[in-house]
């Protein structure tokens, strides 16, 4: 089945800096594409979704770029400030249906220093 | 965002002893999920369930696991009994599509 692979697992910045996580996946059916945040003893929040269509999405600070032909997907975010510090976790489908299960990468526990 | 609440947000309990969580999705949402995640390790899918029915499962959603969603009201997951190894947070999440929103999990101790 799908395998998802997410790096670096620990990522420390200084404010203002860029964060850079990536995520590999081994289906070439995958055609959804998911980044979440959570915050300690929070729920998963979502902060992007991605369909196999689009390249490169932008949103608030957040850039999404997704590579189908190296099956990557990856998240920078631009301008770090220390609310950004939080785990990351990539999300794929295969959505072959709408209630298609999403499988995770490991997450990336992000601290932003001021 | 929208918002999924879970109850409670922690449990503890004895081996051999049955567990219902509950999970209150986003009020127009269709479809709901289970997830699993051991600490340290990846979240991992147990279910997913849709017009009163389970429509995929995975190997982890032993024999002992059941989920309803009775009249609307909470979509639970029943673990009986319970396993040393079913201690882990439990992610609910409600889609309408393919967006799924998650609630911040119950932390299950099975001692």
């Known amino acids: 089945g799908e395998q998802v692979e997410q790096r670096p697992p620990h990522l420390s910045v200084r404010e203002g800096d860029s964060a850079f996580i990536i995520c590999t996946y081994t289906?070439?059916?995958?055609?959804?594409f998911y980044w979440y945040k959570q915050e300690p003893g929070a729920g998963l929040q979502l902060l992007m979704s991605v369909f196999s269509n689009v390249d490169r999405k932008e949103e608030q600070g957040l850039t999404v770029l997704l590579n189908k032909k190296d099956k990557r997907l990856s998240l920078n975010l631009t301008a770090a400030h220390p609310g950004d510090s939080a785990v990351y976790f990539c999300a794929v489908s295969i959505a072959s249906s709408s209630f298609s299960k999403l499988v995770f990468g490991q997450g990336t526990s992000l601290s932003v220093v001021p | 965002g929208p918002k999924v609440l879970q109850i409670p947000s922690h449990q503890i309990i004895d081996m051999g002893q049955m567990v219902t969580l509950n999970c209150d999705p986003v009020?127009?949402?269709?479809?709901f999920y289970w997830y699993k995640q051991i600490l340290g390790q990846q979240m991992e899918f147990l279910v997913n369930?849709?017009?009163?029915?389970?429509?995929?499962k995975s190997k982890l959603f032993k024999d002992q696991f059941s989920v309803e969603r009775p009249d609307g009201s909470y979509f639970t997951l029943k673990i009986q009994p319970t396993a040393l190894e079913d201690s882990a947070v439990y992610f609910c999440?409600?889609?309408?599509?393919?967006?799924?929103?998650f609630g911040p999990g119950t932390r299950l101790t099975v001692l």
């Open positions: 009020s127009n949402h269709l479809y």
């Open positions: 369930f849709y017009n009163g029915k389970v429509m995929e």
């Open positions: 999440a409600s889609s309408l599509e393919y967006e799924q929103y």
């Open positions: 289906d070439s059916a995958t055609a959804y």
